[in-house]
């Protein structure tokens, strides 16, 4: 089969008017980002609406070098929808740069499932990220010129500042770096950073806006810092929330693109789940379920991290009630859960393949929390034999969950007709199952406990002295009915990256919290996990070309 870019750039793509019309948007709604891109404005929300959609969640088991297929599963199973007359669109968050030129080379899908143009959405797309990291990056530079002033000058102390510059790229070398170098007319000297723009808290407060004024109050409400006599300042007392949602007016409306087979998508978001809370924003999930009678939506890596997130942190905050969840696992990846090596995952491996099922049982557990009989969805991969897949079916008929084969990769919709025809059957049995798994009154330590052990399966939590009074100062700060949103490893259901499986009887050890006011939510941070990633060995960048003709080639 041809490479991923290939079939998109060979697919017939449609003006994105004509996409609009099957949503009934009126062509004059639009702002066109030339032919096959185009920006919704808010209006088109419709609670009422929004409330009587069908909202499904697809989620996967622990990631591994082998690839799940996530977004692939997703997209197909929406065109699916579509083939069996349900109006569905899929509701994706955007791609970063960072993993695009560094490990994933795209995330736009893959096979007979995708999300066009493809090239667009991978690279810059409508200048969304761009934007965040403007934004975000105003704040930096207001805050350390405030510092430098005589008349104004607030008294922020310096050592106190823990937020730091974003770039939308893998650059391990900007991780801590030293600034204000050079005299007193260039600034205060002090250590500080980069994050990863999926990582800013600025995307994580533009996800959970549901307007502009919202959006607007909320980065106000970013904490800066403390004083020097511990005031706690916000980025209100800087002035900064205004300029900020000036560079952030377009970036909050919604992108509009279509799958390979010509159905709606909106693309709107783009927080990492290991590190932020993983899902696309509110408002596009809601204009998607203003605008269609189903929704399919997706949540990054596995349903510890992103699952997790996506119920506690935007459903609650965001009112949403879902209403089926999709697990998508592989042959493959449960073969390297099972101790199999990734270099001999081609081979049947009955063994590694067993013993792999226990960590979908703890994903299928997991779904259980918040009220939901999960439909695993097996990503087909033509190494898979007739008798691994028969196994893992004989394995899910033995725990009561339903279980089928999705092959969108090679056949588009039409390889995912029985999973959309098992999930309109999950909707049917359980339209109200759905439940959080903490209250937003609970102390953080509670909700961090509940997630910890309910969720990865820990034993118990430990907490550093720092992270102890990072939790007591932001609970004086009012912020203790904010939500907790856990940075971790997304490669093991522990804060260990290297216990693969189901591990048990582990402790998780928070090192350090920070807090996300604007987003409404904290971030314990457990293991080593890091929010600027670096580039692997052979980045993907190496692979991606163009030619004369402005044809790209390696996105992939």
Not at 122 to 135: M, Q, R, V
Not at 312 to 328: E, F, M, W, Y
Request: charged fraction near 25%; include cysteine; charge should be neutral.
């Amino acid at each position: 089969m041809k490479p991923d870019i290939e079939i998109a750039q060979s697919a017939s793509i449609q003006p994105i008017v004509n996409i609009a019309k099957q949503l009934n948007i009126p062509e004059d709604d639009l702002e066109l980002y030339g032919k096959y891109k185009a920006k919704l404005p808010l209006k088109l929300i419709d609670e009422k609406k929004v409330k009587k959609a069908n909202l499904i969640l697809v989620t996967a088991i622990t990631p591994t070098p082998a690839g799940e297929g996530k977004t692939t599963t997703s997209i197909g199973l929406a065109q699916a929808l579509n083939k069996i007359g349900k109006k569905t669109t899929v509701v994706l968050r955007e791609p970063s740069l960072g993993p695009v030129f560094g490990i994933k080379g795209g995330a736009a899908g893959g096979g007979n499932a995708q999300v066009i143009p493809m090239e667009d959405i991978n690279l810059h797309f409508t200048g969304d990220l761009s934007a965040i990291e403007k934004a975000h990056n105003l704040l930096s530079a207001l805050i350390d010129n405030n510092m430098q002033l005589k008349e104004g000058n607030l008294g922020l102390d310096p050592r106190t500042v823990e937020w730091k510059r974003v770039m939308d790229m893998n650059e391990r070398a900007l991780r801590d770096i030293v600034i204000g170098l050079g005299g007193p007319k260039q600034g205060v000297p002090r250590e500080t950073g980069f994050n990863i723009t999926a990582a800013s808290e600025v995307m994580a407060t533009l996800c959970m806006a549901k307007d502009l004024k919202d959006l607007k109050k909320r980065l106000g409400n970013i904490f800066v810092g403390y004083t020097y006599d511990d005031k706690p300042i916000f980025a209100r007392d800087l002035k900064a929330e205004g300029a900020m949602t000036v560079l952030l007016r377009d970036a909050i409306k919604p992108n509009l693109v279509q799958t390979l087979e010509g159905n709606p998508a909106i693309i709107h978001g783009g927080p990492f789940a290991n590190i932020a809370q993983g899902t696309n924003t509110i408002i596009a999930t809601k204009m998607g379920m203003s605008l269609s009678d189903y929704v399919v939506t997706e949540a990054g890596f596995a349903s510890e991290l992103g699952a997790e997130k996506f119920f506690n942190i935007k459903s609650q905050n965001g009112d949403l009630k879902p209403n089926a969840v999709v697990i998508v696992a592989t042959i493959r990846a449960l073969k390297y859960h099972g101790g199999a090596k990734l270099a001999d995952l081609q081979n049947e491996d009955l063994a590694a393949l067993e013993k792999g099922f226990e960590n979908l049982d703890k994903h299928i557990e997991n779904m259980s929390f918040y009220g939901f009989k999960p439909v695993v969805a097996i990503n087909k991969f033509s190494s898979d034999t007739d008798v691994e897949i028969e196994l893992l079916k004989k394995h899910c008929d033995a725990l009561s969950t339903t279980v089928v084969l999705n092959d969108s990769w090679a056949k588009g919709g039409d390889g995912a007709i029985e999973l959309a025809e098992r999930v309109v059957e999950a909707v049917s049995d359980c339209p109200t199952c759905f439940k959080t798994l903490y209250k937003l009154d609970w102390s953080f330590e509670d909700k961090i406990e509940a997630i910890a052990t309910k969720m990865y399966g820990a034993k118990n939590v430990e907490y550093s002295i720092k992270a102890k009074n990072k939790l007591k100062k932001i609970t004086e700060l009012g912020f203790g009915n904010m939500a907790v949103c856990i940075a971790k490893t997304q490669k093991s259901l522990s804060d260990d990256a290297k216990k693969k499986g189901r591990p048990r009887d582990f402790t998780v050890k928070i090192r350090d919290v920070e807090v996300s006011s604007g987003a409404g939510f904290i971030v314990p941070i457990a293991g080593t996990i890091m929010r600027m990633p670096g580039l692997p060995s052979k980045p993907s960048a190496e692979k991606i070309d163009i030619d004369e003709n402005g044809n790209i080639t390696g996105l992939f």
